[in-house]
């Protein structure tokens, strides 16, 4: 009797650790992905990067005092991290692109405008034909986006 719950009590705390430790693991890997990143763009001082948050495989981290921001993407299709100086930047602003038919949202880009040049930097940040979850990912990923519009408009306009 006792072998048994024994054996079974092992079994349990396998079944338990097994996705702990993957999770664990993943997670150790993704803050290293972001640190290196943050390095990449601030080498000596990465740690700079005061504000950082991730959701749905979206990072963004922002330097609010040098004013220098990061989104970084890492979607298993195309991973990529934008850096932008928002010293340079007058103004920020989400663009939705939706499908003419529906309110389904295909895209969610940020627009920034140049303060020199007018120019306008498109920095895509959510895409349809990427998202596995579809419309509840676009959902999240769009509340995501206006708070983290809120910061950064924070940031250009000190």
């Known amino acids: 009797m006792e072998t048994s719950v024994t054996i079974i009590g ?3 705390a396998i079944i ?5 430790y993957f999770s664990a693991r993943s997670n150790a890997a993704n803050k290293s992905k972001i640190l290196n990143i943050k ?12 504000l ?6 979206k990072t963004f981290t922002i330097d609010q005092k040098h004013r220098k ?3 970084m993407n890492f979607n298993p299709n195309q991973q990529e991290s934008t850096f932008l100086d928002l010293k ?3 103004s920020c602003k989400l663009v939705l692109t939706t499908d ?5 949202i295909l895209k969610i880009d940020f627009e920034f405008q140049e303060k020199e040049t007018s120019k306008k930097i498109t920095i895509p940040f959510y895409d349809f ?4 979850i579809k419309q509840i990912s676009a959902y999240q990923d769009h509340i995501f986006a206006k708070k983290w519009l809120k910061t950064i408009q924070d940031s250009i306009s000190r």
């Open 39 to 50: 390095k990449k763009f601030n080498p000596t001082h990465p740690q700079d990067f005061d």
């Open 88 to 90: 340079s930047v007058s």
């Open 52 to 57: 950082t948050e991730s959701q749905s495989n």
């Open 10 to 12: 092992i079994v349990i």
């Open 69 to 71: 921001f990061i989104l």
């Open 100 to 104: 003419g038919n529906s309110d389904t």
């Open 16 to 20: 338990v650790a097994i996705p702990i």
């Open 129 to 132: 034909d990427d998202d596995r």
